[in-house]
């Protein structure tokens, strides 16, 4: 499938790339479908919106910069995209990520968790029950704290 973007221009997806929203990712509810690619850079991915070439979100694994990332949302959430809390062999978790123009302080936020179903290719944005964990998490910073390699 040929695919337009905003970041990489027109390029071919396989169908094992799409991803359908039950709900759309907060502040964008009306769009159910997206692409899911990797990024250029290492730890990066791109969720490309199918139907609008200027809306893609940058993920990272939360796990990559914070090792102690709890996954707290409701159970019955979960079912929403057909998982169990026991099913994380089934689910990619990613946060979304803001860059701004200094790239040093990027962040993550870590409270709305992108969570997708890798066998049915179904994906919803959650909230974490867990106070823990903001909208605005230091990328470099955490991983410097933790003694991690920069991204």
Same mark, same amino acid.
């Given at each position: 499938?040929?695919?337009?973007?905003?970041?990489?221009g027109? +390029?071919?997806?396989?169908? $094992? &790339? $799409?991803?359908?929203?039950?709900?759309? +990712?907060?502040? @964008?509810?009306?769009i159910?479908?997206?692409?899911?690619l990797n990024?250029? &850079?290492?730890?990066?991915? =791109?969720l &490309? !919106?199918?139907? #609008?070439?200027?809306?893609?979100f940058?993920?990272?694994?939360?796990?990559?910069?914070?090792?102690?990332?709890?996954?707290?949302?409701?159970? *019955?959430?979960?079912?929403? #995209?057909?998982l169990?809390?026991?099913?994380r062999?089934?689910?990619?978790?990613?946060? +979304? %990520?803001?860059?701004?123009d200094? &790239?040093?302080?990027?962040t !993550?936020?870590?409270?709305g968790? %992108?969570?997708?179903?890798?066998?049915?290719?179904?994906?919803?944005? @959650? +909230? *974490?029950?867990?106070?823990k =964990? /903001? %909208?605005r998490? @230091?990328?470099?910073?955490?991983l410097?704290?933790?003694? /991690?390699? $920069?991204?």
């Open positions: 499938m040929e695919l337009k973007t905003k970041p990489f027109v +390029i071919n997806i396989d169908e $094992k &790339q $799409k991803i359908t929203f039950t709900r759309g +990712i907060f502040g @964008f509810d009306n159910r479908e997206y692409a899911l990024a250029s &850079q290492w730890p990066f991915f =791109w &490309q !919106a199918i139907d #609008v070439p200027d809306l893609a940058i993920l990272i694994d939360p796990l990559i910069f914070r090792p102690d990332y709890t996954l707290d949302v409701d159970e *019955s959430d979960l079912l929403d #995209v057909d169990n809390p026991g099913d062999d089934k689910m990619l978790v990613f946060a +979304i %990520v803001t860059v701004p200094d &790239q040093k302080k990027m !993550a936020k870590l409270q968790p %992108v969570i997708i179903n890798r066998e049915k290719r179904t994906g919803r944005q @959650f +909230i *974490s029950t867990n106070p =964990w /903001g %909208v998490h @230091f990328i470099m910073d955490e410097a704290e933790k003694g /991690g390699s $920069k991204c």
